[in-house]
């Protein structure tokens, strides 16, 4: 698909958009809204901000999401993939530093859709994502034990190691009312889908637990006792207080955000592609993140991306336009002015329970035990990834992960390219050198795959197998598409070689990206065009009359055999 400033929700009504359509995508609108409150709170507490906040990002970033969106049914907002990167932000630069932080991840997102980096983030490999989103889920399920059961720790530790000693040494004051509150969410949440996928089981177990707590006033912990209350009207805009110190500090937690909320998105568009038959525009998608993490941070918000929980359920609930997307920020946006004072009530077990639940779904437990059937090196990718995650930081993991994917996917290619002498050619191959005769004094050599600069020195090693020096030298690139400056480097020193040598140095079969890059080097011309032939026999017949030797007569062209029957 062809990349253009041209959101879904602008195309929408160049079609038949039917009144029908409309009241289908109010319902799954408000349907989803409902859904993303409680993860909206839930989301912004787990990340060490208010829980106003969530609700802040899940109005403004939903509704510019659905608005530039490249997907017809993308649901944007905050997501359980932020939350150890913003409150790692949050606890070493405050929230002015994550909303300098989210600002530049935004300018990062935009350019990364007008430069159509859009399908280049779909290359991201897959043990690399599932090792984060792991790694991501098992950090979230661990900050979440405090709250669900009630520990009374004066001061938690940061790592994850120290976090699990803790709880065991403060296993005896754990609280039976907030455990039977987080436990009573969970069983909720796990059966009610068998009664109604409706009304989803977060809403009911929240609405359940509330008047549990407030008709018996149990001595439990709510976002009223540990936060006060909560705003009904979104902020005024402000804007940041920017220092080039700030930026110069914040710009590797931006680009982690800005990588997570391409990833996350796109594979959220995947997703709802693969159930709605449609097609996402994935550079303008990169677009709308960009501008909605541009514009949250104003309004008092956190990073937002593409939901695929909430995408999923806005599908499965009849929305089909950017309208119920709209409708969904519509709708959180009035709860919040006319329940929020509600929302205060709220059990923090509860919550704590609700985010144990998402961690789980967010685990991919079962691909992650998948992938040790696959090559070790990618269960080294996944493993690197998720460890580090884990026990050093989500930015050094996401760093760390795309550099050694790169790494191991050029070895795999070096490995891939085949340099070889002719002589040893496979037989079935009827191009190769089995029935031709090579003349004495004469060497070929062949390229098969990329010539690039993890197969450049295997190409210096090879051709060092020659013991005595050859009067003329024949490379045949028929399976070279493509050749980089290095591979153009080491090809530059064996043509000074083999000046020096006294050897004539012959081209065959090279393809049109070789041939202009030769061309603009200047090592066409150093090489000679008259030393570059369009096939092998032409090539085995410049050698003949180098050396004086009669030539033979050119083979008449291979057609394959239906080919010729067509003829």
């Given at each position: 698909?062809?990349?253009?400033?041209?959101?879904?929700?602008?195309?929408?009504?160049?079609?038949?958009?039917?009144?029908?359509?409309?009241?289908?995508?109010?319902?799954?609108?408000?349907?989803?809204?409902?859904?993303?409150?409680p993860l909206a709170i839930a989301f912004a507490i787990a990340s060490g901000v208010k829980p106003e906040q969530g609700i802040y990002t899940a109005v403004v970033a939903g509704l510019l999401i659905s608005l530039f969106s490249g997907s017809r049914v993308q649901i944007g907002g905050p997501t359980g993939a932020f939350i150890i990167v913003v409150f790692g932000i949050v606890q070493e630069f405050g929230y002015q530093g994550l909303m300098v932080a989210t600002i530049m991840a935004g300018v990062l997102l935009v350019f990364m859709g007008v430069t159509k980096l859009g399908?280049?983030?779909?290359?991201?490999?897959?043990?690399?994502?599932?090792?984060?989103?792991?790694?991501?889920?098992?950090?979230?399920?661990?900050?979440?034990?405090?709250?669900?059961?009630?520990?009374?720790?004066?001061?938690?530790?940061?790592?994850?190691?120290?976090?699990?000693?803790?709880?065991?040494?403060?296993?005896?004051?754990?609280?039976?009312?907030?455990?039977?509150?987080?436990?009573?969410?969970?069983?909720?949440?796990?059966?009610?889908?068998?009664?109604?996928?409706?009304?989803?089981?977060?809403?009911?177990?929240?609405?359940?637990?509330?008047?549990?707590?407030?008709?018996?006033?149990?001595?439990?912990?709510?976002?009223?006792?540990?936060?006060?209350?909560?705003?009904?009207?979104?902020?005024?805009?402000s804007i940041p207080r920017v220092t080039f110190d700030m930026i110069r500090e914040l710009i590797s937690p931006a680009f982690t955000i800005a990588m997570l909320a391409a990833i996350e998105s796109l594979l959220s568009a995947v997703v709802a592609d693969g159930i709605t038959g449609n097609r996402h525009n994935s550079n303008m998608e990169l677009v709308a993140q960009g501008l909605a993490n541009i514009v949250v941070p104003l309004f008092g918000g956190i990073p937002a991306t593409g939901a695929i929980a909430r995408t999923a359920t806005n599908i499965k609930s009849g929305g089909t336009t950017p309208v119920a997307g709209i409708v969904h920020a519509a709708t959180l946006l009035l709860?919040?002015?006319?329940?929020?004072?509600?929302?205060?009530l709220i059990p923090m077990g509860t919550l704590a329970a609700i985010l144990m639940v998402v961690a789980y779904h967010m685990s991919e437990w079962r691909y992650f035990l998948k992938l040790f059937k696959s090559p070790k090196t990618d269960v080294f990718v996944m493993l690197s990834t998720f460890f580090l995650t884990v026990f050093v930081d989500?930015?050094?993991?996401?760093?760390?992960?795309?550099?050694?994917?790169?790494?191991?996917?050029?070895?795999?290619?070096?490995?891939?390219t085949i340099i070889r002498r002719s002589t040893v050619d496979i037989k079935t191959d009827q191009h190769s050198l089995k029935d031709r005769l090579v003349p004495e004094g004469v060497e070929v050599f062949e390229i098969h795959g990329p010539f690039f600069f993890g197969a450049a020195n295997r190409f210096k090693d090879t051709l060092q197998i020659v013991g005595k020096t050859p009067k003329i030298l024949i490379i045949r690139c028929r399976h070279i598409l493509f050749i980089d400056a290095t591979a153009l480097h080491a090809l530059e020193e064996l043509v000074d070689k083999t000046l020096n040598d006294g050897t004539t140095l012959?081209?065959?079969?090279?393809?049109?990206?070789?041939?202009?890059?030769?061309?603009?080097?200047?090592?066409?011309?150093?090489?000679?065009?008259?030393?570059?032939?369009g096939n092998i026999d032409a090539a085995l017949n410049g050698a003949r009359r180098m050396l004086g030797v009669p030539e033979l007569p050119l083979p008449v062209p291979f057609i394959p055999t239906v080919a010729r029957e067509r003829e």
């Open positions: 698909m062809g990349f253009s400033f041209v959101p879904e929700s602008f195309c929408v009504f160049r079609e038949h958009y039917s009144r029908q359509n409309f009241l289908n995508d109010i319902m799954a609108g408000v349907i989803v809204g409902i859904v993303a409150l399908a280049a983030i779909r290359f991201i490999p897959y043990p690399m994502t599932i090792g984060f989103t792991s790694g991501i889920a098992l950090i979230i399920f661990t900050t979440q034990i405090q709250d669900f059961f009630g520990f009374k720790i004066p001061e938690i530790p940061a790592d994850f190691i120290g976090k699990w000693v803790a709880y065991g040494h403060h296993f005896p004051t754990l609280d039976l009312n907030i455990m039977a509150m987080g436990g009573a969410t969970i069983m909720i949440m796990v059966f009610w889908p068998r009664v109604t996928r409706k009304v989803p089981g977060s809403v009911i177990a929240i609405v359940a637990t509330t008047l549990v707590v407030s008709l018996f006033d149990l001595p439990v912990d709510t976002i009223g006792s540990r936060f006060g209350s909560i705003p009904t009207m979104l902020p005024k805009p709860i919040m002015i006319c329940f929020g004072k509600w929302a205060t989500l930015t050094i993991a996401i760093e760390a992960g795309v550099v050694l994917s790169a790494l191991l996917f050029m070895n795999r290619m070096a490995k891939a012959l081209l065959s079969g090279v393809h049109a990206q070789p041939l202009i890059t030769l061309e603009q080097s200047g090592l066409y011309y150093k090489i000679g065009e008259e030393n570059l032939y």
